[in-house]
């Protein structure tokens, strides 16, 4: 072993992912020859990164692991699954989901899982790729005709005047009666048995340190809360940072295999994709 194992942890710039690493980011567990250094960008430019290799631990889409399976397997911890709710597609009336066929919708990238499961959900929409954070502001705009909301605007588009068409968690859960696989964490496979096992204990320590010291972690976490108020960003680190983060069970699994798998079916993905968590 190398005496300084530089490993990059590459993550989206928000809220929950601030709490499951903030035990790495603020030193407050050892690490022994692991030097954690921390990569901020938005998912879909993480999931694209990720079809390159880029960085040895990263945040994914659970869509975009059918594309890097062979460079990436998906940690047992760090899971963002949403039980019962999820990505929300909104409009600036209120709509039927009859209404989407041929419709312009935003979505917050077409490697993202909010874009898969829009897609199993209703396949005949014109995509229109925005940033997540400027999606409300499009549809308000008349640029499209609804949009794809991810990460804090699942919880304040009813505040700012947007109609609920779909929650696609929920649609999920009374389909398969399973949580909605959303995002992982992914290490790369050339790291080798023994790295990968001391980085994936390592990263489970940190979520169970931050729903240890919730208060500490949660007040890390507000700088990136975007808008949130303390109760807010409380409650959308709750529903992705919880005990599905700390492993996913046998239900998160299942979820994953089954998602992929109809998306194989629908012929939404190249192929089919058998499933590799690190044990």
């Not at 250094?37 to 290799?53: F, P, Q, S, V, Y």
């Not at 975009?64 to 019962?84: E, F, H, N, Q, T």
């Not at 048995?193 to 001391?198: A, G, L, N, Q, V």
């Not at 975007?226 to 299942?254: I, P």
């Given at each position: 072993?190398?005496?300084?194992?530089?490993?990059?942890?590459?993550?989206?710039?928000?809220?929950?992912?601030?709490?499951?690493?903030?035990?790495?980011?603020?030193?407050?567990?050892?690490?022994?020859?692991?030097?954690f250094?921390?990569?901020?960008?938005?998912?879909?430019?993480?999931?694209?990164?990720?079809?390159?290799?880029e960085?040895?631990?990263?945040?994914?889409?659970?869509h975009?692991?059918?594309?890097?399976?062979?460079?990436?397997?998906?940690?047992?911890?760090?899971?963002?699954?949403?039980?019962?709710y999820?990505?929300?597609?909104?409009?600036?009336?209120?709509w039927?989901?009859?209404?989407?066929?041929?419709?312009?919708?935003?979505?917050?990238?077409?490697?993202?899982?909010?874009?898969?499961?829009?897609?199993?959900f209703?396949?005949?929409?014109?995509?229109?790729?925005?940033?997540?954070?400027?999606?409300?502001?499009?549809?308000?705009?008349?640029?499209?005709?609804?949009?794809?909301?991810?990460?804090?605007?699942?919880?304040?588009?009813?505040?700012?005047?947007?109609?609920?068409?779909?929650?696609?968690?929920?649609?999920?859960?009374?389909?398969?009666?399973?949580?909605?696989?959303?995002?992982?964490?992914?290490?790369?496979?050339?790291?080798?048995?023994?790295?990968?096992?001391?980085?994936?204990?390592?990263?489970?320590?940190?979520?169970?340190?931050?729903?240890?010291?919730?208060?500490?972690?949660l007040?890390?976490?507000?700088?990136?809360?975007?808008?949130?108020?303390?109760?807010?960003?409380?409650?959308?680190?709750?529903?992705?940072?919880?005990?599905?983060?700390?492993?996913?069970?046998?239900?998160?699994?299942?979820?994953?295999?089954?998602?992929?798998?109809?998306?194989?079916?629908?012929?939404?993905?190249?192929?089919?994709?058998?499933?590799?968590?690190?044990?």
């Open positions: 072993m190398k005496e300084n194992q530089i490993i990059r942890v590459a993550h989206s710039p928000d809220s929950d992912d601030a709490f499951m690493f903030y035990a790495l980011a603020a030193g407050k567990i050892p690490t022994g020859i692991y030097q250094t921390h990569r901020l960008e938005d998912i879909e430019t993480l999931n694209r990164k990720a079809l390159g290799g960085y040895e631990v990263t945040a994914v889409s659970i975009a692991y059918a594309y890097i399976a062979d460079k990436y397997a998906l940690l047992p911890s760090g899971a963002s699954m949403g039980d019962r999820g990505p929300v597609l909104v409009a600036s009336q209120p039927r989901t009859a209404d989407l066929s041929g419709k312009r919708i935003a979505v917050p990238g077409t490697m993202t899982s909010a874009y898969l499961a829009l897609k199993l209703q396949p005949d929409f014109q995509h229109v790729v925005i940033p997540f954070d400027q999606i409300m502001a499009a549809v308000q705009r008349g640029e499209v005709d609804a949009g794809l909301l991810i990460h804090e605007g699942q919880l304040t588009y009813a505040a700012e005047g947007f109609h609920k068409v779909v929650d696609l968690g929920e649609w999920w859960h009374e389909r398969t009666g399973l949580p909605l696989p959303l995002g992982g964490n992914a290490i790369r496979r050339d790291l080798g048995s023994t790295h990968i096992r001391e980085v994936s204990r390592l990263l489970r320590e940190s979520i169970r340190f931050a729903l240890d010291h919730r208060e500490d972690a007040n890390h976490a507000l700088q990136y809360a975007r808008g949130l108020d303390g109760k807010q960003a409380d409650r959308f680190v709750g529903m992705y940072v919880n005990q599905r983060t700390l492993d996913y069970g046998d239900e998160g699994r299942r979820a994953v295999q089954l998602f992929l798998d109809q998306a194989h079916e629908r012929k939404l993905i190249p192929a089919r994709v058998v499933v590799e968590f690190v044990d």
